[in-house]
């Protein structure tokens, strides 16, 4: 059964004449008669009464409801998908890592505010994994996320670099370890930790450390917003490895302050980074809200982060 057929089957019911219908659809006579033809061998039963007027059938009347429900349901999808392709969508949804929620992001979100009044912008914060998940399912149309290679080879997916940032350690102001002017991965694993709860991509960059260095450590805390970060860590000897950004947001705190990590052989020499990138689907890049969203972020995102960078390098 095609969609043509139930067309010209509604069509010789609301004329009750072949050629009318032809003329209607646009076909010619025998194109409408073969395609009553394939429709009723397809159903087993006769759907008209051939004479000077095409009368239903039992069947006929029995298809009628059905066959106006699905070319309905038809012409609904295809309104709806012409004014996605016309920018005309309703809600527009994102998930980004909370660091990046907290800055960065706000930029993006007020420019896109401006130039789409219409569009319901729906922002959550989660952790890198979780919101690579949730885009993949359809729940979001964009994830700001740090970048996971295992998660993000797929052919469907479009991957835009934003910025890379360094990791530092996080620490109360009064820490043992305060004065020292660049930790060793021996050194902070002495002390309790707190990380990022699972989903999050910086408790998957910790955990590789830590076993790279063939060191044992242990994790007290787990937790998934920077204020709760900032108030666990002012209050004694736990430490917290966090990227720069988030770091420099807990820092407001006059209570805790943060130490470089030193480069490691392991890392060929250089500062420990992360990258954050922008991910979501072919297909919704062909939707201009979408579209727009990914080019303010590419356009206001990585300057931010250029700019912070050249102020810390300067400290």
Known sequence: MRLEQLQAFLSVARTGNFQQAAHECGVTQSTISRQIQGLEADLGMALFHRSSIAKLTVGGAALLPHARRICQEWQTAQQEISELLAGKQQELCVAAIPSLCSYGLPLVLQRFCWSHPDVQLRVTALGSDRALKVLKD??????????????????????????????????????????????????????????????????????EQFSKHNLHYRVVLELNTLDAFRGVIRQGEFLAILPESAIRLACEDPGVISCPLQPSVHDGGKPLTRNVVLVTTKDRLQIPPIEKFRTLALECIPPQFARQATIASGR
């Open 138 to 207: 359809g729940l979001v149309d964009l994830a700001l996320v740090m970048q996971n290679r295992f998660l993000t080879t797929s052919a469907e997916l479009v991957v835009d670099p934003l910025f890379e940032e360094t990791i530092a350690v996080l620490m109360a102001a009064d820490h043992p370890l305060c004065q020292e002017q660049g930790l060793s991965w021996e050194a902070i694993s002495h002390y309790p930790q707190v990380l990022f709860k699972d989903g999050y991509g910086m408790q998957r960059l910790v955990h």
